[in-house]
């Protein structure tokens, strides 16, 4: 049973499009969510945070919304580039434990 | 320079043996993990340490064990390795997750075979 959600696979968008990737949620007890983005033959690297008081966090171009009577986040890429290619993670803080999502993958067409 | 590593970052072997992956952080964190990658992608937490104690332990056979020599390191050995071990494992760290930092810094991963 996955406690967190991506439901696409994978995302294709035109270079200084948005790029939104969709991420949903089970346990409402979940009190903090991360993304990470992972390249080919990497581990992950940490891009941006909120916490669950919270409904929007914004660290130049990236920015996430939490919906937390829906259960859903999302995390938005203005402009897109090409180099943002990657797989990207969700991720939720029970307590001590990280959960992830399966990644969806997201490629920025030039 | 690099803040987490793993060693190795490829490991073949054969079936029943044993085998160990190493990881080592320089960012002076107190807390570090190990996840497995599987085939479907799924990051999934094996282990976590805070100040070389264990915090958490997922349902993992008991052949996986875990050691923390000191906070900068945890090092992941594996005995009687099966097939379904084949996967990619990381080693991660955090400033301190019972602080409630929560940001993890991963390692290259190292991609284990098991023939």
């Known amino acids: 049973d996955q406690q967190v959600k991506q439901n696409s696979p994978s995302l294709s968008v035109q270079e200084g499009r948005i790029s939104i990737l969709n991420c949903d949620y089970t346990?409402?007890?979940?009190?903090?969510f991360l993304w990470y983005k992972k390249y080919p033959a990497e581990g992950p690297t940490f891009l941006i945070s909120?916490?669950?008081?919270?409904d929007k966090n914004e660290d130049g171009r990236f920015t996430v919304f939490l919906n937390k009577s829906a259960k859903h986040l999302s995390l938005h890429i203005v402009p897109s580039q090409p180099g943002d290619s990657a797989v990207y993670f969700c991720?939720?803080?029970?307590?001590?434990?990280?959960?992830f999502g399966p990644g969806t993958s997201l490629s920025v067409i030039p | 320079d690099t803040a987490v590593s793993q060693t190795p970052k490829y490991l073949v072997t054969q079936m029943g043996n044993d085998k160990s992956i190493k990881c080592e952080q320089n960012?002076?964190?107190?807390?570090m993990y190990w996840y497995k990658q599987d085939s479907k992608k799924f990051l999934k937490i094996m282990f976590s340490?805070?100040?070389?104690?264990?915090?958490i332990n997922e349902t993992v056979p008991n052949r996986f064990s875990p050691k923390s020599p000191d906070k900068a390191h945890l090092n992941l050995h594996i005995n009687s390795l099966e097939l379904g071990d084949s996967a990619v494992y990381f080693c991660?760290?955090?400033?301190?997750?019972?602080?409630?930092?929560?940001?993890?810094?991963f390692g290259p991963g190292t991609r284990l075979t098991v023939t």
């Open positions: 991720a939720a803080i029970l307590y001590d434990k990280v959960i």
């Open positions: 909120i916490s669950s008081i919270k």
């Open positions: 960012l002076g964190h107190d807390t």
């Open positions: 340490y805070n100040n070389k104690e264990l915090i």
């Open positions: 346990n409402s007890m979940f009190d903090y």
């Open positions: 991660a760290s955090s400033q301190d997750i019972l602080a409630g930092t929560y940001e993890q810094y």
